[in-house]
């Protein structure tokens, strides 16, 4: 599997792990092709945004190249869910009884070596997930937050964004609409078993899902982000 990487010298890390909507040749995953234009399987919006944040602030960022339908690299090898066959009520019938194996080693793995690749040679002080989420899931009622900042154990970071986001009037859900204590797994394997700073924020979707959007929710994150870092330490 091929990571995009966009090159930058500040010590953030940027990572997108729903970035694109592609199926890679010889997967049929049996779904409409319309499907692929929704938020399972792609996070709408965060790879344009993941992209302006990467240039505003001057980060390197890693950017994955595959649908989340086909493999997602934001689970842990053995979770259930790594190869959907079902995802907000949408049967995704081209993955029943597929090899799981086969594709870990063919996307899973090769992202996850990308990353811890980047982190040894790179040192950031900061690791910066970027996710968008729907603003209402098949039968539920929608959802109000306009972002959610997610985290395990390690707040540092996102203490900053939670507090820079309401004061700036946007609803911002602390460890919701998802919670980090819960799904966490990129940043809980490349930032905390490393001890570094991390966090991953989320965005409705329907809020950077154009330009204006993009640039809209790019200057609100990127001095936040910036702040973030400097509240961390270890200089820059």
Same mark, same amino acid.
């Given at each position: ?5 966009? #090159? ?6 940027? =990572? &997108? ?134 985290? +395990? ?20 859900? #602390? +460890? ?5 204590? =819960?799904? +966490?797994?990129?940043? +809980? ?28 929710? &790019? #200057? ?17």
């Amino acid at each position: 599997m091929s990571v995009v990487r966009i #090159d930058g010298a500040a010590d953030t890390l940027l =990572l &997108c792990d729903h970035a694109s909507d592609a199926v890679p040749p010889g997967i049929d995953l049996g779904v409409a092709p319309e499907v692929m234009r929704e938020h399972v399987a792609v996070d709408i919006g965060a790879e344009p945004l993941t992209r302006a944040l990467a240039a505003a602030l001057g980060a390197p960022a890693l950017l994955a190249t595959v649908s989340r339908l086909v493999i997602d690299l934001h689970r842990e090898p053995d979770h259930p869910a790594l190869v959907p066959v079902e995802s907000d009520g949408i049967a995704v019938p081209g993955n029943i009884g597929v090899d799981r194996f086969d594709r870990i080693a063919r996307f899973h793995a090769p992202y996850h070596a990308a990353i811890a690749a980047e982190v040894r040679a790179t040192a950031p002080r900061l690791l910066v997930a970027i996710h968008s989420f729907t603003r209402q899931l098949r039968g539920q009622p929608p959802r109000t937050l306009e972002a959610g900042i997610l985290y +395990n154990r390690d707040d540092r970071a996102a203490r900053v964004l939670i507090a820079g986001l309401r004061a700036a009037g946007i609803e911002t859900g #602390d +460890n919701e609409p998802y919670s980090g204590r =819960l799904l +966490n797994a990129t940043l +809980n394997r490349h930032g905390e078993a490393r001890g570094i700073a991390c966090v991953s924020i989320e965005v409705r979707n329907d809020l950077i899902a154009d330009d204006a959007g993009v640039a809209r929710w &790019c #200057d609100l994150l990127a001095p936040l982000i910036a702040e973030a870092r400097g509240s961390i330490g270890g200089g820059g």
